[in-house]
Nanobody, 120 residues
Framework: VQLVESGGGLVHAGGSLRLSCKAS????????VGWFRQAPGKEREGLSC??????SVYFRDKGRFTISRDTSQNTVFLQMDNLKPEDSDVYYC????????????????WGQGTQVTVSS
């Protein structure tokens, strides 16, 4: 499985971004795709996940973040609204087998990440 994130960038506080995770080599009934973020020197933090088995799962910030997927485009999206400076991180997508799991150790394939910077 290969994953490529895009859509990061610089945005003012209160703004929005939509991240994309383009996947290849996976079948949607066999894989869940999760979104994580990581600040320098910190562990990756799970945000959300989507799978055929679980639907949409939110580990945090459900009110501001929305996960979706377009299987025809092999892409999972993370819509992020009302962004705050503390949301500035590198955002990653990753796959786990069949169902959504909270911890990053459940995820096997990772993208290269996309940087999100929110200015105050």
């Amino acid at each position: 499985v290969q994953l490529v994130e895009s859509g990061g960038g610089l945005v003012h506080a209160g703004g929005s971004l939509r991240l994309s995770c383009k996947a290849s080599g996976l079948t949607w009934e066999h894989y869940a795709v999760g979104w994580f973020r990581q600040a320098p020197g910190k562990e990756r933090e799970g945000l959300s996940c989507i799978s055929s088995k679980d639907g949409s799962v939110y580990f945090r910030d459900k009110g501001r973040f929305t996960i979706s997927r377009d299987t025809s485009q092999n892409t999972v999206f993370l819509q992020m609204d009302n962004l705050k400076p503390e949301d500035s991180d590198v955002y990653y997508c990753a796959t786990s087998w069949i169902k959504c799991q909270y911890g990053e150790s459940w995820y096997d394939d990772w993208g290269q990440g996309t940087q999100v910077t929110v200015s105050s």
